[in-house]
Structure formats: structure tokens, C-alpha cells
């Protein structure tokens, strides 16, 4: 199993920035690609941003320019920098996480999701 603690959310005004952490557990599993995502009241989760084990990111276009995602493998951890906020950018925040290993003999595959975190950006 593999944990994901998330923290950084909080309120700010419009313009503001935030920087979001996650911090994956210790695990037999090896962390891949992680990513950060949100869910609006009312709408479905969504894609915000994702890194591969590379360092290979890919951004949502309404996040490109304003908000950077990074890890450091050394501390299990993946940063979300989030600049120039905007109101429609309050959400709560999840992390993400892409897991490999073996159970016994058997390879597997699983997919980790933290508790989320909440960003209220006011105008």
C-alpha cells in the first residue's frame, strides 16, 4: 500500500499563489507517474497536472503558464506551485500516484489517491 498525504491548500485572494505538496509513504511498490487533479463543487474530478518518473510533465491548457507541477524522488514527494490563482481554480486538490510491484510472484499495477486538499482562491 502506498499513502498519500497531502498539504499547501488554504485561501488566497485572487493573483495569489499556493504550493501544494504531497508526500507518498514508504512501500514495496514503486511510485511511477504522479499527478494532481481537482474537483469543483458540482463538477467532476479532472485532470490538472502529471509528471512521469522522467520528470515528463503534462499540464490541462486552463493551468499552462500558472501552475507548475515537480518531484523529488528523494522525499517520495510531488509539489504543485500554483501562481496568478483565479477564482474558478477553487477546488479540492488531490494527489495521484501510479504504483508497480510484485505481490508474491504476481506483477501489479495500482493506482493511489490522497484525501484531498481544499484551494478557495477569492476574488
Known amino acids: 500500500q502506498v499513502q498519500l498525504v497531502e498539504s499547501g491548500g488554504g485561501l488566497v485572494q485572487a493573483g495569489g499563489s499556493l504550493r501544494l505538496s504531497c508526500a507518498a509513504s514508504k512501500s514495496i511498490f514503486t511510485i511511477n507517474a504522479m499527478g494532481w487533479y481537482r474537483q469543483a463543487s458540482g463538477k467532476q474530478r479532472e485532470l490538472v497536472a502529471t509528471?512521469?518518473?522522467?520528470?515528463?510533465?503534462n499540464y490541462a491548457d486552463f493551468v499552462k503558464g500558472r501552475f507548475t507541477i515537480s518531484r523529488d524522488d528523494a522525499k517520495s514527494t510531488v509539489y504543485l506551485q500554483m501562481n496568478r490563482l483565479k477564482p474558478e481554480d477553487t477546488a479540492v486538490y488531490y494527489c495521484?500516484?501510479?504504483?508497480?510491484?510484485?505481490?508474491?510472484?504476481?506483477?501489479?499495477?495500482?493506482?493511489?489517491w490522497g484525501q484531498g486538499t481544499q484551494v478557495t482562491v477569492s476574488s
Open positions: 495521484n500516484a501510479e504504483a508497480t510491484g510484485y505481490v508474491g510472484t504476481n506483477y501489479q499495477k495500482r493506482t493511489y
Open positions: 509528471i512521469t518518473k522522467g520528470s515528463s510533465t
